[in-house]
C-alpha cells in the first residue's frame, strides 16, 4: 500500500508540473496569436514526438521528456540589419559570427512571404514584452491561485501559545539536526531549568501579557541573559517560573541562513491550523516571493554544497532540488502514514505553488535563452525607440537579441549541467524529510 501511495503522488505530482508547464506556454501563445504573430507549435516535453494534432497553422503535441514545454513563435530571431531574411549570408568571418548566421538561416527556413508582418521581430516592442512576460506571469497566478486554496480553505499552521517541546539542552542552530542530541558539555536549557512541561500555556513574560507566539518571541530574544519571570497555566491553574534566558544562535527567521545571537529559553510551540484571509494570503505571496529572490541569488553557493553530498557530503534540507528529486519528496509525503490525508494533499498543493513562483521568477532572469533575456530585449528596444523619437532621430529598428546567442548558448549549457548535477544528487543522496 505504500509503494502505491508513493506512486500515486509522484504520478500527481508529475501531472501537476506537465499542467503548470503547459499552462506556461500558453501564456506565450495566446497574446502572440492575438497580436497576428505566426504560431507554428506548442508542445509540452521534449525529444521525440509522442502525439500530435494540427489545428490551423499550429501543431499542438506531447513529447517524451517531460522536462518542459516550448511554443514556436516565428521570427524571434531578426535578420541582421540591411539583409533579406530569406538570402542570409553564409560567408562568416569566425565561429560566433558563423553561429549566429547559422541560427538565423535556420529561424527563417519555414517562413513564406506571406508572413511578412506576422514575424516577432517586425511587432511593437510592448507587444512583444507582453508576450514573454505572459508565460512566467501565468505561473505567477497559478501559484497565488494554488496557495489562496491552500490557506482559506485548508489553513496554515499558526502557533500557539502552548508549549510543544521542551528543549533539554542549548544547541546552536548552526549544529542543529535531526540527529544532533545533547552531548557532555551542553549547558541545560532555561527552560529545563525552570521546570515548563509540554502542555503549559504561556500567560505573561517579565511581567508582560502573552497573546501570541509572535508577541513572545521578541520578548525573549531581547532578554538576553537576563532573568525571566514567566506565568504559565497548567492543569487549570497558574504557576510562576523563574530563569535566566541565555544568549544563544539561532536563526534570523525560519528557514534563514543567517543566525543571530540573541536571547533563548527552549521551548517551541504548539501549531494549530487555521484557515486564514486573502490579506494573509497577498502577505504570504510577498514573504515567498522575496524568500525564492534570496534563494536564487544563493543557488550557485547552495549548488556547490549539493556537489560535494554527490561524493559523500553531508545533504542540507534546504538545498535546491532537481524536478526528480520534488518528485520523490511528494511521494515520500503521499505515502506517509503519520500525515491526515488532508495534511498530504496540502503538502503537494505546497510544493507546486511553490515550484510555479520558482518557475516565474527562475524565468524573469534577464538572461537568454529565459523569457526575461526576451523581455530586455524588447524593453531596451522600447527605450532606443522612445529616445529616438523625443530627440528627432532615425528610428534605430528592432534590437538584435541574435547577437546575444553565444551568451545563450553558454548560459543553457550552465543550465542543463546544474540540472543534471541536481538530478545525480537527488539519485545518490536525496533529501528525506521523515528520516527514512
Not at 539583409?83 to 548566421?101: F, H, L, Y
Not at 486564514?276 to 549548488?303: I, S, W
Request: overall charge neutral; aromatic content about 8%; hydrophobic content about 45%.
Amino acid at each position: 500500500m505504500t509503494a502505491l501511495l508513493t506512486l500515486i503522488g509522484v504520478v500527481l505530482f508529475v501531472v501537476g508540473i506537465l499542467v503548470s508547464v503547459g499552462l506556461h506556454e500558453v501564456g506565450h501563445m495566446v497574446p502572440a496569436k492575438l497580436f497576428g504573430m505566426k504560431v507554428t507549435q506548442f508542445f509540452v516535453g521534449f525529444g521525440r514526438t509522442v502525439w500530435s494534432v494540427k489545428r490551423g497553422e499550429t501543431e499542438y503535441g506531447i513529447k517524451l521528456i517531460p522536462a518542459g514545454g516550448f511554443v514556436r513563435i516565428i521570427g524571434m530571431l531578426p535578420p541582421a540589419k540591411g539583409q533579406d531574411p530569406t538570402k542570409v549570408r553564409k560567408a562568416n568571418t569566425g565561429p560566433i559570427q558563423s553561429m549566429v548566421e547559422n541560427a538565423r538561416s535556420a529561424e527563417y527556413e519555414t517562413i513564406d512571404p506571406a508572413d511578412d508582418g506576422r514575424l516577432f521581430y517586425q511587432k511593437v516592442w510592448w507587444k512583444k514584452l507582453i508576450v514573454m512576460a505572459s508565460g512566467p506571469l501565468v505561473n505567477v497566478v497559478i501559484a497565488f491561485v494554488l496557495f489562496a486554496g491552500l490557506f482559506m480553505i485548508y489553513g496554515t499552521g499558526v502557533a500557539q501559545t502552548t508549549v510543544a517541546t521542551v528543549t533539554d539542552c542549548v544547541i546552536p542552530a548552526s549544529q542543529a539536526s535531526a540527529d544532533r542530541k545533547c552531548q557532555t558539555g551542553d549547558k541545560e536549557s532555561p527552560a529545563k531549568t525552570a521546570g515548563f512541561q509540554v502542555g503549559d500555556k504561556i500567560v505573561s513574560f517579565n511581567g508582560t501579557a502573552i497573546e501570541s507566539w509572535d508577541q513572545l518571541t521578541p520578548l525573549i530574544r531581547a532578554n538576553t541573559d537576563k532573568p525571566a519571570t514567566i506565568v504559565v497555566e497548567r492543569n487549570g491553574a497558574q504557576q510562576t517560573l523563574t530563569t535566566n534566558t541565555i544568549v544563544n544562535q539561532v536563526r534570523e527567521e525560519a528557514n534563514s541562513d543567517k543566525f543571530v545571537s540573541v536571547g533563548f529559553l527552549g521551548v517551541s510551540p504548539e501549531q494549530k491550523i487555521e484557515r486564514q484571509d486573502f490579506g494573509f494570503v497577498v502577505d504570504r505571496m510577498g514573504e515567498l516571493t522575496v524568500a525564492t529572490v534570496k534563494a536564487l541569488g544563493n543557488f550557485p553557493e547552495k549548488l556547490v554544497g549539493v556537489a560535494k553530498s554527490i561524493v559523500g557530503g553531508d545533504r542540507d534540507q534546504d538545498s535546491p532540488m532537481s524536478v526528480v528529486g520534488a518528485s520523490r519528496v511528494a511521494g515520500e509525503v503521499a505515502s506517509n502514514n503519520d500525515l491526515t490525508g488532508a495534511a498530504r494533499i496540502a503538502f503537494l498543493i505546497s510544493l507546486l505553488a511553490s515550484l510555479n513562483l520558482f518557475l516565474a521568477l527562475f524565468n524573469f532572469i534577464p538572461l537568454l535563452p529565459l523569457d526575461g533575456g526576451h523581455m530586455v530585449g524588447a524593453i531596451w528596444e522600447g527605450i532606443k525607440r522612445g529616445f529616438a523619437k523625443l530627440l528627432g532621430r532615425p528610428d534605430p529598428g528592432y534590437v538584435d537579441t541574435a547577437k546575444l546567442l553565444p551568451i545563450a548558448y553558454a548560459a543553457a549549457s550552465v543550465i542543463v549541467v546544474m540540472g543534471v548535477l541536481l538530478v545525480i544528487a537527488d539519485i545518490v543522496n536525496p533529501i528525506r524529510l521523515f528520516n527514512g
